[in-house]
């Protein structure tokens, strides 16, 4: 009996190892590739450095679900002084969590809260599936901008920044399933090949 049951336990336990590895590395396959049109400047997000200075990033803003998915997803470079802008409708302490997948630059990640405060800076790795959040504190804004872009303006946690304009439409995340999108939003992040 107590070989039958080994042998049962191994079994499950290679069945589940299995299981656990196709997924992680279906999750790890690259989705297709959209057509990838080059970075807008849809507004300017002004920081107020550790140094008092003001230093200036034009930042495209995603329009709707699909493009609020893609992010900068396929993209092998941005300009220096640019990058995107993702928006929630409040402050929220859940994180706002980032993944890289197919993304192939590395990237800055700054949160800011709905004050405008620097809530935290971290560096991105291009393809890294662990996801990359703040420290702490409640942020309803989160700016991508090229990998070294903060150290090199100083910009840090507990710094300021403030938005110029922004374009309407823009997509503006809730904090629910599909960030608030509609199914056909979805269907059509799908179609276009920015979900799994």
């Known amino acids: 009996m107590f070989s039958k049951n080994v042998i049962f336990v191994t079994a499950l336990l290679r069945c589940c190892t299995a299981e656990r ?21 849809d507004g300017t997000v002004v920081f107020e450095n550790a140094d008092g200075e003001e230093v200036r990033v034009d930042v495209e803003v995603p329009q709707d679900f699909a493009h609020f998915m893609q992010g900068l997803m396929w993209r092998n470079s941005i300009p220096e002084e640019s990058g995107m802008m993702f928006t929630w409708a409040q402050d929220a302490m859940q994180g706002r969590s980032f993944w890289m997948k197919n993304t192939e630059i590395d990237l800055d990640l700054i949160w800011c809260d709905k004050h405008g405060s620097v809530v935290d800076v971290k560096t991105a790795r291009s393809e890294d599936l662990t996801g990359v959040g703040p420290s702490g504190g409640a942020t309803s804004v989160v700016i991508e901008t090229p990998a070294g872009w903060a150290a090199k303006h100083h910009i840090t946690s507990g710094g300021k920044s403030r938005c110029a304009s922004l374009p309407s439409p823009a997509f503006v995340a809730q904090d629910l399933p599909l960030f608030g999108a509609s ?8 179609g276009a090949g920015v979900i799994d």
Not at 23 to 36: E, I, Y
Not at 183 to 190: G, H, I, M, T
């Open 183 to 190: 199914q056909s939003d979805f269907a059509a992040a799908k």
């Open 21 to 41: 590895n196709f997924l992680s590395s279906s999750l790890r396959q690259r989705t297709k590739q959209p057509v990838v049109g080059p970075l807008r400047s």
